[in-house]
Structures are given as structure tokens and as C-alpha cells.
Nanobody
Framework: VQLVESGGGLVQPGGSLRLSCAAS????????MRWYRQAPGKEREFVAR????????NYADSVKGRFTISRDNVKNTVNLQMNSLKPEDTAVYYC?????????WGQGTQVTVSS
């Protein structure tokens, strides 16, 4: 299993970023995918999830209405569109896949929201 995130960077408050996660090594189209984030000095927290066919999505209250998770089951990618970014969104963002009780993580991509 390999998960490779990209798209992070430095953005001003109110700006937007689009994160992508390229997945391989498992049956992506049959798998729920999630995004998590971890800010400095804090525990990793759930951000968003999307079911295998993309029909159901869920979000943390802190990002609801600003972030949108989507997936492409042909390209084996899961994306996170982040709008109206706030300084408190600063974190390393991780793509996640879970199977048979085991968690797989990407290396993470840094998002910094600062003026």
C-alpha cells in the first residue's frame, strides 16, 4: 500500500488549496478514504471521509462548509479542496486507508495558513 499526498503549501487566510492523494497497492475503488491532520503539539484529528463510490461524505465540524472531499476511482486519487482557510487549519495533512484493523498513512503534506 502506498499513499502519496501533494498540494500543500503556504497560503494567506481566506485562501484556498487543493490536496491530492495518489493511492496504489490495494483496491482503491472498493475502499473508504479519509483525510486527517496534525497541528504542532496536538493529536492527529479526523478531517473528512468519503465512501468507496463517493456517495457519502462526512466532515469534522471545524471544516464543514469550507472543505470538500472527492475521489477519482479511475485515477485512484482522493482530493481535499480547502476554501476559506484559517490560521487554525495549519497542520500536516495525511491521507488514510484502513483495512482489517490496520491503518495506512501517507507521508503527509504541510499546509500553513499565515499572512
Amino acid at each position: 500500500v502506498q499513499l502519496v499526498e501533494s498540494g500543500g503549501g503556504l497560503v494567506q487566510p481566506g485562501g484556498s488549496l487543493r490536496l491530492s492523494c495518489a493511492a496504489s497497492g490495494f483496491t482503491f475503488s472498493s475502499s473508504e478514504m479519509r483525510w486527517y491532520r496534525q497541528a504542532p503539539g496536538k493529536e492527529r484529528e479526523f478531517v473528512a471521509r468519503i465512501t468507496s463510490a463517493g456517495g457519502v461524505t462526512n466532515y469534522a465540524d471545524s471544516v464543514k462548509g469550507r472543505f470538500t472531499i472527492s475521489r477519482d476511482n479511475v485515477k485512484n486519487t482522493v482530493n481535499l479542496q480547502m476554501n476559506s482557510l484559517k490560521p487554525e487549519d495549519t497542520a500536516v495533512y495525511y491521507c488514510h486507508f484502513g483495512q482489517w484493523g490496520y491503518d495506512y498513512w501517507g507521508q503527509g503534506t504541510q499546509v500553513t495558513v499565515s499572512s
